[in-house]
């Protein structure tokens, strides 16, 4: 099952004849692991709606939820602080939360905030390239 979900940010107006920036969030479930993953900005306008889906997904009883930054083209400081509850969420919950680094762009953000060090990144050097974790033995 894959699920997207957009969202059009009218930001832009329109008066000048460009495209307004859409926004989206894919949803590939995989057994007790689902990846989320926005495509677009993730800011202001957009970080309630990503907010949104990942609490539900987390609440739906998924045990880990990986965060696919890969798509994204911008976060903001309301984008990065929807990430970190949802961190804080999960771990309340007992419920893994990896991230999946985006472009440098994105990822500049974290590394600003010296947040890269604390979040749960999924690094590039372990194998998988962003792959979906395995899942839990139970």
């Given at each position: 099952m894959r699920r997207s979900?957009?969202?059009?940010?009218?930001?832009?107006?329109?008066?000048?004849?460009?495209?307004?920036?859409?926004?989206?969030?894919?949803?590939?479930p995989d057994r007790d692991v689902v990846r989320v993953s926005p495509v677009g900005e993730i800011d202001?306008?957009?970080?309630?709606?990503?907010a949104a889906e990942m609490q539900g997904l987390r609440q739906s009883g998924f045990a880990c939820t990986v965060l696919d930054l890969r798509g994204a083209t911008f976060i903001d400081s309301t984008g990065?602080?929807?990430?970190?509850d949802e961190h804080a969420a999960a771990k309340?919950?007992?419920?893994?939360?990896?991230?999946?680094?985006g472009p440098p762009q994105v990822q500049r953000i974290f590394d600003?905030?010296?947040?890269?060090?604390?979040l749960p990144f999924l690094n590039g050097g372990n194998g998988n390239n962003g792959a979906m974790p395995s899942p839990r033995p139970r």
């Open positions: 979900w957009q969202y059009e940010n009218p930001a832009d107006g329109g008066s000048d004849g460009r495209d307004v920036d859409q926004f989206r969030v894919e949803i590939a202001m306008s957009t970080a309630g709606e990503l990065l602080h929807a990430i970190l309340a919950d007992g419920v893994d939360f990896k991230i999946v680094p600003v905030t010296g947040l890269a060090a604390r």
